[in-house]
């Protein structure tokens, strides 16, 4: 299917997101990740944290997982940016990467899109979109996986294995674009479609995702979202977490 031929859609967007992101429900927000920052710090749990907290703000459960995606305790931030590769020194410090495709891909796609993405404690850039096994391909899809491969090519890497999530439908499909367009860039590209994707990243060193539990247990990970969406002028960043002291040295 030709790039003029997909469908146009806002992959993430919500009408409701322009009030529940902006404003004063983003003051409340930014107030809220601060407490759920502690108790989080205090060995909460994040879903019995997020439903406390959310529950006194009278947060929508869209809110709610903003929240949770967001923040977490800064023991895990710690961990997490021990194990960061600097984006400038992954080209000489990994021979291979490998990425979380659509992991990856849809977050581009959802900033590409105008709906909101996230900064969070960790660095990572996420997104609220969900997969649930159903994914299509999108007249941003093109542009996305351009922007990852040619992202990929400016930091020197040799090679890279996307992982796609089997199940999902139309991994396939996504698979065959991203090896189509790849015969135009440097880097050379291997398509992974398997059934665990999660549990086989958790293994890795030179993991490219924003999934929190790959994060904590990957040997090591390189954040290239906040590098891919550099200079593009319709990114809508919310910073839920602008008001928490972050500190993970020592």
């Given at each position: 299917m030709e790039q003029s031929e997909r469908k146009v859609s806002r992959r993430g967007y919500v009408p409701e997101d322009e009030k529940q992101f902006?404003?004063?429900q983003l003051a409340h927000l930014q107030k809220a990740a601060v407490e759920v920052a502690y108790l989080l710090d205090r060995g909460y749990a994040t879903k019995m944290t997020t439903t406390f907290v959310g529950n006194h703000y009278m947060f929508s459960e869209r809110q709610r997982l903003a929240l949770a995606r967001t923040v977490s305790p800064m023991e895990r931030i710690r961990v997490r940016k021990a194990k960061e590769i600097p984006v400038l020194e992954a080209g000489e410090s990994v021979e291979t990467v490998y990425i979380d495709g659509f992991?990856?891909?849809?977050?581009?796609?959802?900033?590409?899109?105008?709906?909101p993405v996230f900064a969070c404690m960790d660095g990572t850039i996420r997104d609220l979109a969900g997969l649930r096994g159903t994914y299509r391909i999108i007249d941003k899809t093109e542009i996305a996986v351009g922007k990852l491969l040619l992202t990929l090519d400016e930091i020197g890497i040799q090679k890279a294995v996307i992982y796609l999530d089997a199940p999902v439908s139309n991994s396939g499909r996504l698979g065959t674009?991203?090896?189509?367009?790849?015969?135009k860039y440097h880097v050379r590209v291997e398509i992974k479609t398997i059934n665990d994707v999660d549990r086989e990243l958790q293994t890795m060193s030179g993991v490219i995702s924003s999934d929190a539990i790959i994060l904590d247990h990957c040997v090591s990970w390189i954040n290239l979202m906040p590098k891919m969406l550099r200079g593009m002028e319709q990114v809508w960043m919310v910073d839920i977490v602008a008001g928490i002291n972050i500190s993970w040295s020592g």
């Amino acid at each position: 299917m030709e790039q003029s031929e997909r469908k146009v859609s806002r992959r993430g967007y919500v009408p409701e997101d322009e009030k529940q992101f902006s404003g004063e429900q983003l003051a409340h927000l930014q107030k809220a990740a601060v407490e759920v920052a502690y108790l989080l710090d205090r060995g909460y749990a994040t879903k019995m944290t997020t439903t406390f907290v959310g529950n006194h703000y009278m947060f929508s459960e869209r809110q709610r997982l903003a929240l949770a995606r967001t923040v977490s305790p800064m023991e895990r931030i710690r961990v997490r940016k021990a194990k960061e590769i600097p984006v400038l020194e992954a080209g000489e410090s990994v021979e291979t990467v490998y990425i979380d495709g659509f992991n990856t891909i849809i977050t581009l796609e959802v900033a590409l899109s105008g709906s909101p993405v996230f900064a969070c404690m960790d660095g990572t850039i996420r997104d609220l979109a969900g997969l649930r096994g159903t994914y299509r391909i999108i007249d941003k899809t093109e542009i996305a996986v351009g922007k990852l491969l040619l992202t990929l090519d400016e930091i020197g890497i040799q090679k890279a294995v996307i992982y796609l999530d089997a199940p999902v439908s139309n991994s396939g499909r996504l698979g065959t674009l991203i090896h189509e367009m790849a015969q135009k860039y440097h880097v050379r590209v291997e398509i992974k479609t398997i059934n665990d994707v999660d549990r086989e990243l958790q293994t890795m060193s030179g993991v490219i995702s924003s999934d929190a539990i790959i994060l904590d247990h990957c040997v090591s990970w390189i954040n290239l979202m906040p590098k891919m969406l550099r200079g593009m002028e319709q990114v809508w960043m919310v910073d839920i977490v602008a008001g928490i002291n972050i500190s993970w040295s020592g």
